[in-house]
């Protein structure tokens, strides 16, 4: 079963405009959730996250948003830049029964922005 | 900062043959785990490993297993290659105590022919 869903897989955004990428979860034990950026060839980065105790984690151009009643959780970017076009992958971190961390990730929505 | 190397880019194999794919992470990382990333599918957990000799299995770990006989090192194995497991395969690497945020290396392509 798919725990963590990205439903978009493509986002075309005019450049300077905002972003939006949206990621919903069906496990309530994450305690943890985490948004990565990757470029062809290459591995994904670590972008920004945000704890489950929090609402909203802002850095830089980059907000991420947390709805846990409706479980749901988005990727702001303001404002988009050429630079800012990959694929984005939602992740969410639980616990497991012998006490590792583990990561769930996301389908993946490829941001592209355009001049 | 933390450099997580994957020994090959490209591989092509045969159906059939086992296929060793390596790891190596040059900073003391307790944690360690093998993804494989696919269209539409995003990137699925095989395996990991929180300290040497130890292994877990993750959501799709059928026809593969692990070794990690150093710390700094983890292999994953297809132990008979088949064309369903031509992939992107991309390992990580985290600290005990580093809840969130793991370093990549930057992938293998896996073609099975």
């Known amino acids: 079963d798919q725990q963590v869903k990205q439903n978009s897989p493509s986002l075309s955004v005019q450049e300077g405009r905002i972003s939006i990428l949206n990621c919903d979860y069906t496990?309530?034990?994450?305690?943890?959730f985490l948004w990565y950026k990757k470029y062809p060839a290459e591995g994904p980065t670590f972008l920004i996250s945000?704890?489950?105790?929090?609402d909203k984690n802002e850095d830089g151009r980059f907000t991420v948003f947390l709805n846990k009643s409706a479980k749901h959780l988005s990727l702001h970017i303001v404002p988009s830049q050429p630079g800012d076009s990959a694929v984005y992958f939602c992740?969410?971190?639980?616990?497991?029964?012998?006490?590792?961390?583990?990561?769930?990730f996301g389908q993946g929505t490829r941001l592209t922005i355009n001049p | 900062d933390v450099k997580v190397t994957q020994s090959s880019r490209y591989l092509v194999k045969r159906t059939g043959e086992k296929v060793f794919l390596e790891c190596v992470q040059d900073?003391?990382?307790?944690?360690m785990f093998w993804y494989r990333q696919d269209p539409g599918l995003g990137l699925r957990l095989i395996y990991f490993?929180?300290?040497?000799?130890?292994?877990e299995k993750g959501d799709i770990p059928e026809g593969y297993s692990v070794s990690r006989e150093k710390k700094e090192r983890f292999s994953l194995i297809l132990e008979s290659a088949s064309t369903n497991q031509t992939s992107m395969y991309l390992c990580?690497?985290?600290?005990?105590?580093?809840?969130?945020?793991?370093?990549f290396g930057s992938g293998t392509r896996l073609t099975v022919v």
């Open positions: 990580a690497s985290k600290t005990e105590d580093g809840l969130y945020g793991y370093t």
């Open positions: 496990n309530s034990m994450f305690d943890y």
């Open positions: 490993s929180y300290d040497v000799k130890m292994k």
């Open positions: 945000i704890s489950s105790i929090k």
């Open positions: 992740a969410a971190n639980r616990a497991t029964w012998e006490g590792a961390q583990k990561l769930v």
């Open positions: 900073m003391d990382h307790e944690n």
